[in-house]
């Protein structure tokens, strides 16, 4: 098993910057991929950012590309989601999960069934 744990959210102003944090512990060898998913009231989760474990390869939507940066510290154990130029629009719960991900193909990072375990979830509420 792997626990991931999220932190980071918050009210912001339109144009501010958040950096989320999520922390991971368990059994994370079974994973090489941890991506950054965010869910609106009323909307299908949807996919935000991805990294592979040892950093070489990073994923973004398009909607976020330029905006918001994936990274991670392998010593802490931990993937940052660093959000800058924020819009209203942002405004979701943004998960991170983790998966073993074989296919290198984008389209597969996109997909939230190739991640089999999630956090629970920061509220991230952006104001006009």
């Known amino acids: 098993q792997v626990q991931l744990v999220e932190s980071g959210g918050g009210l912001v102003q339109a144009g501010g910057s958040l950096r989320l944090s999520c922390a991971t512990s368990?059994?994370?060898?079974?994973?090489?991929?941890v991506g950054w998913f965010r869910q609106a009231p009323g909307k299908d989760r949807e996919f935000v950012a991805a990294?592979?474990?040892?950093?070489?390869?990073?994923y973004y939507a398009d909607s976020v590309n330029g905006r918001f940066t994936i990274s991670r510290d392998n010593a802490k154990n931990t993937v940052y989601l660093q959000m800058n130029s924020l819009k209203p629009e942002d405004t979701a719960v943004y998960y991170c999960?983790?998966?073993?991900?074989?296919?290198?193909?984008?389209?597969?990072?996109?997909?939230?069934?190739?991640?089999?375990?999630w956090g629970q979830g920061t509220q991230v509420t952006v104001s006009s």
């Open positions: 999960a983790a998966g073993r991900i074989l296919n290198r193909s984008t389209y597969y990072y996109r997909q939230p069934p190739q991640y089999d375990f």
């Open positions: 368990g059994r994370t060898s079974s994973t090489n991929t």
């Open positions: 990294i592979s474990w040892n950093g070489d390869s990073t």
